[in-house]
Nanobody
């Protein structure tokens, strides 16, 4: 089992930046791909970004390309999401996810965090 805890969410004005963190604990010896998803009120959960265990491969949703950057520090069991040039439509609960099967943009990850709220005001 792996437990994921997100942090770093908050309220920011449009054009601002936030950095989310997700710390993994438990069975962290396995090589997990990690990802960020988000869910806005009344909408389905959607893919944001993913990173392979090695960090070499990353994938982004078109809506965040060029603005968001995913990275990881395996020594700290932590994955980050740097969010720049934030827009009101980025407002959502952001979830961290992990899976041994490898990088994916689907909702098939085995482990999920509880989420952290990001609110972008106009």
């Amino acid at each position: 089992q792996v437990q994921l805890v997100e942090s770093g969410g908050g309220l920011v004005q449009a054009g601002g930046s936030l950095r989310l963190s997700c710390v993994a604990s438990g069975r962290t010896s396995s090589r997990y791909a990690m990802a960020w998803f988000r869910q806005a009120p009344g909408k389905e959960r959607e893919f944001v970004a993913a990173i392979s265990w090695s960090g070499v491969t990353t994938r982004y949703a078109d809506s965040v390309k060029g603005r968001f950057t995913i990275s990881r520090d395996n020594a700290k069991n932590t994955v980050y999401l740097q969010m720049n040039s934030l827009k009101p439509e980025d407002t959502a609960v952001y979830y961290c996810a992990a899976d041994e099967a490898g990088i994916s943009s689907g909702l098939t990850y085995d482990y999920w965090g509880q989420g952290t709220q990001v609110t972008v005001s106009s």
